[in-house]
């Protein structure tokens, strides 16, 4: 089948959760949109990541509105899907963070002390497949 597929938040969830390992956290700065990659995991029903404490994340995603977009592409196949959670980025104490954090694999070098939970409000996504696919 070729095309466009809206796709349910329960499907949305699966490919995040199963398929994702960077994510692109979107966030307004007062002069203007802000973007930034994570590596992150998915627990309790939100998406998770760490971060430095001198990051743009740590210091303006703090209890603000950002969205969290995760995609696949396949090139050769012309195919793939994008998923964007939408939902409110808290910074967490370390104490109260899932277990399953602790085994995130952060790309950048360096300490990373600053935890951040988005709690989703939204979850829409879509899977694409291009002509002979």
């Known amino acids: 089948m070729n095309g466009t597929i809206e796709l349910t938040p329960f499907d949305c969830w699966g490919l995040v959760e199963r398929e994702g390992v960077v994510a692109r956290v979107v966030w307004s700065e007062p002069d203007g949109p802000?973007?930034?990659?994570?590596?992150?995991?998915?627990?309790?029903?939100?998406?998770?990541?760490?971060?430095?404490?001198?990051?743009?994340l740590a210091q303006h995603c703090d209890d603000r509105a950002v969205l969290v977009e995760v995609d696949s592409v396949d090139t050769d196949a012309r195919q793939g899907w994008s998923v964007i959670v939408t939902g409110t980025a808290r910074?967490?104490?370390?104490?109260?963070?899932?277990?399953?954090?602790?085994?995130?694999?952060?790309?950048?070098?360096?300490?990373?002390?600053?935890?951040?939970r988005v709690e989703a409000e939204a979850i829409t996504g879509r899977r694409v497949r291009g002509l002979g696919s």
Do not use: C, K
């Open 91 to 116: 910074q967490v104490e370390a104490g109260q963070v899932p277990e399953l954090l602790g085994r995130l694999d952060i790309w950048p070098p360096g300490p990373h002390p600053v935890f951040v």
């Open 34 to 56: 802000a973007i930034a990659p994570v590596n992150y995991v998915v627990a309790d029903g939100a998406v998770w990541f760490q971060t430095s404490a001198g990051s743009r």
